[in-house]
């Protein structure tokens, strides 16, 4: 048995490479090739597949193997639905319950995320994918649920995977991701408790990346 240090390196590695396209949805994959590839024996290759297919990255088929899960736009619709659902129910918590160390933290993670420009070339995405999570993190943090906190932290990793190979996918700036103000937007809407004006920001900002991202798979 593998150290969990080990395991967690190798399925990090290869949840990144899922990520960036570099192991493109569908494709098989064999432990020999993957042992090949990562330079690590066939123990935390597989104890990291096991933890990838928890988190929805790949697919094992009984008797057939493990593939990298695909992607449809039907797929993604439903994730951004859910993702929706719970966001909603989420921000009039938080709005209702948050405290000042729930404003602080959304303050915090906005300006972290405002300081870097998804559309210049020479951001790293994969960190600015990191702030943009705390910051939609933050928004809802302060909804006293986290059982439902967790459902969304499951199903919005599911829509990081379709939104980095998006990315991927538009290399030229004029391609590339334009908040068009609206994390601002949302940031005060929020902290004046507007609910109604924080939910509609919310959800054209969600409809307006569901459809940049669908519109690439189809």
């Known amino acids: 048995m593998s150290s969990p240090t080990l395991a967690d390196k190798v399925m ?7 990520l960036t396209g570099e192991l493109s949805p569908g ?11 990562y330079q690590v024996g066939a123990s935390p290759i597989r104890e990291a597949l096991v933890q990838l297919a928890w988190r929805k990255y790949v697919h094992f088929a009984p008797q057939k193997g493990c ?10 619709e439903d994730l951004f639905d859910t993702s929706q659902e719970l966001s909603r129910i989420l921000l009039q918590r938080a709005i209702q319950h948050g405290d000042e160390s729930w404003e602080i933290n959304i303050l915090t993670s906005y ?19 990191q702030r943009h999570s705390d910051f939609h993190h933050a928004l809802l943090a302060g909804s ?8 969304y932290r499951q199903v919005y990793e599911q829509i990081e995977r ?7 996918r538009h290399r030229r700036y004029e391609e590339r991701y334009h908040d068009n103000g609206e994390h601002e937007a949302m940031m005060k809407a929020v902290l004046d408790r507007n609910t109604e004006q924080a939910l509609a920001i919310m959800a054209t900002h969600s409809t307006r990346a569901l459809e940049m991202i669908k519109d690439d798979l189809e």
């Not at 990090?12 to 899922?18: K, V």
């Not at 593939?67 to 993604?76: F, M, R, Y």
Request: avoid cysteine; proline fraction near 3%; charged fraction near 25%.
């Open 12 to 18: 990090e590695m290869i949840r990144q490479d899922i």
């Open 111 to 129: 300006h972290k995320l405002s300081r870097l420009n998804p559309a210049e070339a020479t951001t790293d995405f994969g960190e600015w994918e």
């Open 67 to 76: 593939w990298v899960a695909n992607i449809s736009a039907v797929e993604l």
């Open 144 to 151: 006293q649920s986290p059982t439902m906190l967790a459902l």
């Open 162 to 168: 379709y939104r980095h190979l998006w990315v991927s």
């Open 27 to 37: 494709q098989k994959l064999v432990v020999a090739d993957l042992k090949q590839q």
